[in-house]
């Protein structure tokens, strides 16, 4: 969707799309989205995991499981007040691009430090399954928005990430103790890439749909319903 000033309101959890697939990613942000369910056991592990850090950052720590980010010389971000903020509003990290026609904004939900200052974007991600090997590339471009936005705030961004994976331990225990296993995923990030790759978004933004993409499932399935995205 559009601003009123007329930007594509673009967010990083969105950004894969592009990705995946263009036709979607331009039917998605072209028309309103049908409301989603809050997925409240998701967001119940977020904010576990907020406070859990929170708890060892007091401390200039991690908690056990992510002890190995000490080992690279990296510490939690200790500017909690500041952090809270880039958690709790959309709008305080937010980009506007006017010549390339996009407004970027998101919600944060941890923040790094290199050794050297730079800051690094985390972000937690809870789920029943282990991670994939190629989990990575579908918050990729997610994380890298994140040290985007930073950096047009003023701020020196590391060239790395981190997904904070958190999973089921053992689905068999029938225990509603749920035991969780962890694992800390490093991601390479690269600030020129993604803002061109924004400015590419929004560009094919600004054009006529691009025709359903036979290799999506997604597009396949409205096309066979009589192709609602077959828009000009
Ligand atoms: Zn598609």
């Known amino acids: 969707m559009k601003t009123k000033e007329g930007l594509w309101k673009l967010s990083p959890s969105g950004l894969y799309g592009y ?22 056991l998701n ?11 929170d708890k060892y950052r007091a401390d200039g720590a991690f908690p056990p499981e992510a002890k190995e980010l000490e080992k690279e010389g990296i510490k939690p971000f200790e500017d909690i007040d500041t952090l809270n903020e880039w958690r709790a509003k959309t709008g305080a990290l937010k980009v506007v691009d006017e010549g390339a026609g996009y407004e970027l904004t998101g919600k944060i939900d941890d923040v790094l ?14 789920s029943g399954n282990a991670p994939k090997e190629d989990k990575q590339k579908y918050y990729r471009d997610q994380l890298a928005a994140y040290g985007f936005m930073f ?13 904070l994976h958190y999973f089921v331990k053992d689905k068999s225990n029938p225990s509603i103790e749920v ?15 993604i803002e061109q790759k924004l400015a590419d ?9 691009p025709g359903h993409n036979e290799d999506c499932g ?15």
């Open 19 to 40: 990705t995946e697939c263009r036709s979607c990613f331009w039917a998605d942000n072209h028309y309103k989205k049908a409301p989603m369910l809050p997925l409240l």
């Open 43 to 53: 967001s119940a592990m977020d904010s576990i995991l907020k406070a859990r850090y």
């Open 113 to 126: 430090v290199e050794a050297d200052g730079r800051l690094i974007p985390a972000d937690y991600k809870s």
């Open 151 to 163: 950096k047009k705030h003023g701020r020196k961004v590391s060239d790395r990430a981190y997904l």
């Open 179 to 193: 035991k969780f296993a962890s694992h800390v995923d490093l991601v390479k990030i690269d600030l020129g890439a």
């Open 201 to 209: 978004m929004a560009k094919l933004l600004n054009k006529s749909y």
């Open 218 to 232: 997604k597009c396949s399935y409205h096309n066979g319903r009589g192709g609602i995205f077959d828009i000009t």
